[in-house]
């Protein structure tokens, strides 16, 4: 029966569909967009109402740094997604690094910040209704750069085998989509940590 | 595809369903009379609950007269379009749609929503922004696990239980003003002749208001599940002249009376756990977790109208409140029998 | 029938042990054996949650009844609510998804196989995880058992100082992890229909299942996600200190409110949309006509999506939002109304001027157009907020929504079994048992859920254990319990039939309806393949095309 629908060939019919790692990567993104508004709702909702403790103009500094690092990796991930297609292998793997080297960096800069917060300033996530949306906002932000880096590492891996080609561009591309993503989160909460919540 | 379509079965089929719908539909036009359910919402007597009545009465007129003619339309396609026990098999014309036809039963319920819609605004102005008049009597409600707690802070009294509003006359009306708080989980006060339902949350503090404009005894109910004994978190109202209120408050303001005859029975009350959580005005009782006792006598149930106030069942709950009412936070106090005897005697001096 | 031969082409394989089946339908990718998986999972489930339910009302037939404690009537609905949600209805729809999305696309899967499989398991160990918790809940002061705080665990009864011990972590973790499998299953079923379908099927030719799947996985992504953030903020609050809904801190129940129903109302609609699938697909094929107004029906449900991301609080009436927030969220609540009912009269006309067939399928599709009216003229009365503040959280709202839920989507996707039955067993089933259940279960369903309105009304509010006698509640909830035994009858007649069905029922056939969409060109069952060769199609019917070829749909789309 199927047969039958084949009439003669159409060779007027152009069909392009889009390509299901990217379709799949954004609706990922939509998800995670959707699960960190409420945390940022959150947030926001809880500026000024903690009853005690410290508050964040007496224990936040914006980490400017280590947010120019982060940022600066959209770029090096970019440049490396562009080498890979061109098929620069070695480009490619350099830029690949920067990128892992810059969100690593962001993760000590966190890591750094989250012990002086915790050792000096006496802020933890059960101290006070700012302590408790401010480790769950920038917690979750962490945890999906750690995911990503932990996806970056393994193509790194690939790429020093020499298993990472041309043809698997796409795939990087969809892994760097997922970056940029963590990249404008943090935008995000930049501004509703550092600035709007200061 | 064949079957059996005679006309007499698809008649059949379309009585069938008519009188089985009817019958639930009109059972809320059943009485308006409220000893067919105290807690009937179709029996206002209170100034909200008569907006809401009308607002509702409105509501379903709207929405019976679309199921009227959907369901017409429903039951002629179903009788109407059958397909016929001689059909001949063809195809129908295939209809794919009309413009006209789709526009109109787009505009047309975009106006009933318009209207439906502006008939509800107003009302939810009218009970939502209702002014606190300077002679309301104002009441302070803390909803517990699972008993409530009014105070009236004008006139300094403090109760449970069991409320008691002044009847309003609609030419002077003497509304009561309900602050609603909470002290552990969410609750609702709902007594559907007095007014709709409204949540108290902790650290959300809500207002309420009711007139109510007849006398009499008002039924209702927790309406938020609020955990184990929601079910037994009930509600009593009493709306009284004015005569009636002003003695009420003043007996409420009184501190207990002390008598020797029960003093054993205060002594093993001041001694045991009990006043961890009661309080007794002018006693050594000043526990705020469970209901004030000062008054106990004044009401007719406890534990929040799972039991009558009777001399049994008030031995019954301090000895074994589970009997009554598992999962309440009063636990049981094992006293011995002679214990249990001189409390309730103290119990039942308060007055 | 020469096409079945063509179409039928396996290979007849020596018979199997039963270990190595069982291996093969756990290892599975196939969308098809998925899609079963799903379904199967959900009926077991459907029996679980309905024993539940004949608990609760057997306990409510007088008031003071004692059949069960306090303590576990309140574990009922909750479980019963939660394992209805997440365990058999959506199980269900996505079982149907899975099953039907690719053979209407004609592609040969779903876009992501492995990803399909790992969100079934998710689901299952989700659900299988929660019922853990009857035996498993035991936490520190030995309290605990199954969770019994509400399906919707409302704060603060869900910190630790109300619900100590492990139930309520039972039932975060359960529907955090079968988040992620609908999640999964969403992305799935997105990139499979943007990605994968057939040439010539441009978005405005794919059957209208197609795109009511489409629609909900949408909406489930940007759903369920707020019910994930918001349980890892209860979690966070029950095991970090944190603070999200400690009001003794200076947080806020009401928030726990917002995030839950934010998920919750749009978690409706994801409910919703595949059984108008269902209807969308059987009324058409036994009226014999094409569904009418097709754009307006596509424009319908995204709107009704769209709209449906901005009513959520109007399951918040009674909770003392200010005048402004209550008449805006009456304002969207009312206009849903509007493209929900542009359905209804769509699928009216689908059926003016046809020959309607009054096989189990369209009863079940009649069934659901009558009720489902019903049900959304109370929601309309519930959306007067005014009538909300007593309806409200009373039995109303649970004959309300149980009216959707049963007498709308369950009859739909009733209609659905009997109709895709064939397809997927290759077997026809009994039509008079089939209109046996019918009628049982619309006896049922309407003596329970019809008189259900009436204690509402009279002031009884949900989720009590027991009731005041002297209130006017005691008949009503009496014939309310009698409805469910003739339900119970029902879904025993319906699972007699099926396995009676799929063991000694007539072969089928490719196409036994005669229907139009591109999963009746194959044999019955397909092959794992689906299509030996992916066809064209020229619009939304292709099989009426090949039938009626001087008179193709796509003449006059």
């Known amino acids: 029966m199927n047969t039958t629908f084949m009439t ?191 | 595809m064949g079957d059996k379509n005679s006309t007499n079965w698809r008649t059949r089929f379309a009585v069938q369903v008519i009188v089985l719908l009817f019958l639930p539909v009109a059972a809320p036009a059943v009485p308006a009379d409220p000893s067919f359910s105290p807690t009937n919402i179709f029996a206002p007597v209170s100034t909200p609950a008569h907006s809401i009545f009308g607002l509702s009465l409105f509501a379903l007129a709207v929405t019976a007269s679309i199921f009227v003619i959907v369901f017409s339309l429903l039951v002629y396609c179903v009788v109407r379009f059958a397909r016929r026990a001689d059909d001949d098999g063809r195809e129908p014309p295939q209809v794919y749609g009309s413009n006209q036809v789709e526009l109109a039963w787009t505009v047309i319920p975009i106006l009933i929503v318009v209207v439906l819609f502006m008939a509800t605004a107003r009302v939810i102005a009218s009970i939502q922004k209702a002014a606190r008049p300077a002679n309301a009597i104002q009441v302070i409600a803390i909803g517990h696990q699972f008993w409530w707690e009014y105070r009236y802070p004008g006139l300094k009294v403090v109760t449970a239980n069991e409320l008691h509003v002044p009847v309003s006359d609609p030419a002077h009306p003497t509304p009561t003003f309900i602050t609603l708080l909470s002290a552990d989980t969410d609750h609702s006060f709902w007594v559907p002749r007095l007014a709709g339902k409204t949540d108290l949350i902790p650290n959300h503090p809500n207002t309420m208001w009711f007139d109510p404009q007849q006398t009499g005894l008002y039924l209702g109910q927790c309406a938020q599940y609020c955990g184990t004994q929601h079910a037994k978190m009930l509600l009593r109202v009493y709306v009284q002249s004015g005569d009636e209120f002003n003695r009420w408050i003043e007996e409420q303001t009184q501190p207990a009376h002390a008598s020797p005859a029960v003093s054993e029975g205060q002594r093993i009350f001041e001694t045991t756990a009990c006043i961890n959580c009661h309080a007794v005005a002018g006693t050594a009782a000043n526990g705020l977790f469970g209901p004030d006792l000062t008054h106990l006598m004044s009401r007719e149930t406890i534990a929040s109208g799972a039991a009558p106030n009777t001399p049994e069942s008030l031995k019954l709950w301090i000895q074994n409140p589970d009997a009554i009412k598992p999962g309440s936070k009063m636990p049981a106090m094992g006293l011995s029998d002679h214990e249990l005897d001189a409390v309730t005697a103290y119990l039942a001096t308060l007055r | 029938m020469s096409t079945d031969a063509i179409s039928t082409l396996r290979v007849e394989m020596p018979s199997r042990p039963l270990v190595a089946k069982l291996h093969e339908w756990v290892t599975t990718v196939d969308h098809k054996r998925l899609g079963i998986l799903y379904i199967a999972y959900a ?197 970090l200190g944190g603070h999200f809904f400690d009001t003794q801190a200076g947080g806020s129940a009401v928030i726990w409110m917002h995030f839950f129903w934010i998920f919750g109302h749009p978690e409706v609609y994801v409910l919703v949309l595949p059984a108008f699938a269902f209807i969308s697909e059987i009324v058409p ?242 092959p794992e393949w689906n299509f030996a060769v992916v066809p064209v199609v020229k619009s939304r019917r292709p099989l009426w095309d090949l039938k009626h070829p001087s008179d193709p749909d796509w003449k006059y789309e």
């Open chain 1, 8 to 198: 003669t060939p159409q060779p007027e019919l152009n069909w392009e569909l889009p390509a299901r790692g990217r379709t799949a990567m954004f609706c990922l993104i939509a998800a995670e967009s959707a699960i960190f508004t409420i945390f940022v709702v959150a947030y926001l909702f809880y500026i000024g109402k903690s009853l005690t403790g410290p508050m964040p103009k007496d224990v936040l500094t914006a980490p400017i740094f280590y947010t120019i690092c982060l940022l600066s990796s959209s770029l090096t991930i970019h440049l490396a997604v562009s080498a890979l297609r061109r098929g620069n292998i070695g480009t490619f793997g350099t830029w690949w690094l920067g990128t892992l080297a810059l969100g690593a960096a962001f993760l000590y800069g966190t890591a750094n910040e989250w012990h002086r917060l915790i050792y000096v300033d006496g802020l933890t996530i059960n101290t006070n209704l700012f302590g408790t949306t401010y480790y769950s906002l920038v917690g979750l932000h962490g945890f999906h750069v750690i995911v990503g880096l932990l996806c970056l590492s393994i193509v790194m891996v690939f790429t020093l085998l020499g298993s990472v080609k041309r043809e698997h561009v796409e795939r990087a591309e969809v892994l760097s989509l997922y970056w940029h993503f963590v990249d404008a989160v943090w935008v995000v909460v930049f501004t509703v940590v550092y600035v709007i919540g200061h």
């Open chain 3, 43 to 239: 009926l077991v489930f459907l029996v679980i949650g309905g024993i539940e339910a004949a608990i609760m009302r057997i306990q409510l037939i007088r008031p003071h009844y004692n059949f069960v404690s306090p303590g576990l009537f309140n574990q009922m609905f909750t479980m019963h609510g939660t394992t209805m949600i997440f365990f058999v209805v959506m199980p269900l729809l996505f079982g149907f998804a899975n099953y039907l999305i690719p053979l209407m696309i004609g592609a040969r899967d779903m876009a992501f196989p492995r990803l399909n499989a790992f969100s079934f398991w998710l689901t299952a160990f989700g659900g299988i995880f929660l019922y853990f918790s009857f035996l498993g809940a035991n936490g520190l002061y030995g309290a605990g058992s199954a969770p019994d705080v509400g399906w919707f665990a409302y704060a603060p009864l869900t910190s630790q100082t109300f619900s100590p011990g492990h139930s309520t972590d039972f039932w975060t973790l359960s529907l955090l992890v079968s988040g992620f499998g609908s999640i999964g299953t969403a992305i799935n079923i997105i990139a499979t229909v943007l990605c994968m379908r057939c040439p010539g099927m441009t978005l405005g030719k794919m059957p209208l299942l197609v795109w009511l799947n489409l629609v909900m996985a949408v909406l489930v992504i940007l759903a369920i996600s707020p019910l994930t953030a918001a349980q890892v903020m209860l979690l966070v609050d029950r095991y």
């Open chain 3, 285 to 526: 094929v036994f009226s014999r006509k094409a569904i009418f107004g097709y754009p307006a029906m596509v424009a319908a449900a995204v709107c009704i999506a769209f709209i449906g991301m901005s009513v959520w609080a109007h399951h918040m009436f009674t909770i003392g939002m200010n005048s402004n927030a209550n008449t805006f969220f009456v304002l969207t609540t009312m206009a849903i109304a509007v493209p929900t009912g542009i359905k209804i009269f769509n699928w009216l006309a689908t059926m003016w001027g046809g020959k309607i067939h009054f096989k189990t399928p369209m009863l079940f599709a009649i069934g659901f157009l009558f009720q489902f009216l019903i049900a959304g003229l109370t929601g309309i009365m519930l959306g007067v907020a005014p009538f909300n503040w007593h309806l409200g959280n009373s039995y109303f709202v649970v004959a309300h929504f149980h009216y959707v839920i049963v007498g709308g989507i369950l009859f739909a996707t009733f209609g659905a079994f009997y109709y895709w039955f064939p397809k997927m067993s290759g077997k026809m089933y009994s039509e008079a048992l089939g209109r046996l259940h019918f009628w049982l279960f619309v006896i049922g369903f309407h003596l329970t859920f019809d008189f259900m309105h009436i204690p509402g009304l009279l002031g009884m509010p949900r989720r009590i254990y027991t009731y005041e006698p002297g209130r006017g509640w005691d008949t009503w909830n009496l014939i309310v319990t009698i409805g469910v035994f003739f339900q119970a009858a029902g879904i025993l007649v319906f699972a007699g039939n099926l396995l009676r069905s799929y063991f000694r029922g007539k072969t089928a056939g490719s196409d036994p309806w005669d229907a139009w969409t591109l999963e009746w060109s194959t044999s019955s069952p397909p």
